[in-house]
């Protein structure tokens, strides 16, 4: 049963990741000369096709980041069940938190790798393993781009948070 939590959870949030994919690449990179040419419901036919067309790679995406959600899971609870030997040894103890870090790391690698895979799937249609592979390659080509918008992306995300928190305080 927490299996199909962890896949159900990243499921939602991937449906709802490829739909707003879908309609801001429906609304931008459509071909309309003419404000009245573009999509009047582009979030609306986003959904569509994302219910039509893409939940095979929502499910496929959804499946890969709960596999390692449950590795991790197991992992932290034989740490939790085996505090007794990690104090006793310390090499025990260290072989966890290295496992515990290098897992949530390749976690949040392949979260972030089948976003962008969401993303091209809705853009054009491929296949979930072909738009991760065409998303490794485009960050790898842009790896500074990316490096920088991240940050950028990192730092108004700090200071929105501290604008809201101030304004409401």
């Not at 091209?120 to 842009?142: H, Q, Y």
């Amino acid at each position: 049963h927490f299996f199909g939590l962890l896949w159900t959870s990243n499921f939602i949030t991937g449906f709802f990741i490829m739909s707003i994919a879908g309609a801001v690449c429906s609304f931008y990179f459509g071909v309309r000369d003419k404000a009245e040419d573009r999509p009047r419901f582009a979030v609306w036919d986003a959904v569509k096709t994302t219910l039509l067309k893409h939940l095979g790679s929502i499910a496929f995406g959804a499946m890969i980041i709960a596999l390692v959600q449950l590795v991790r899971a197991i992992l932290a609870y034989i740490d939790r069940k085996s505090k007794d030997v990690q104090k006793k040894n310390v090499v025990i103890r260290y072989v966890f938190k290295c496992l515990a870090c290098c897992l949530w790391c390749f976690e949040k690698c392949v979260r972030y790798i089948s976003i962008n895979a969401y993303v091209i799937v809705a853009m054009k249609g491929k296949s979930f393993c072909g738009a991760a592979v065409e998303a490794v390659v485009t960050i790898l080509k842009n790896i500074g781009q990316v490096g920088v918008v991240n940050t950028i992306t990192a730092f108004l995300f700090v200071l929105g948070k501290i604008l809201v928190t101030t304004s409401c305080a």
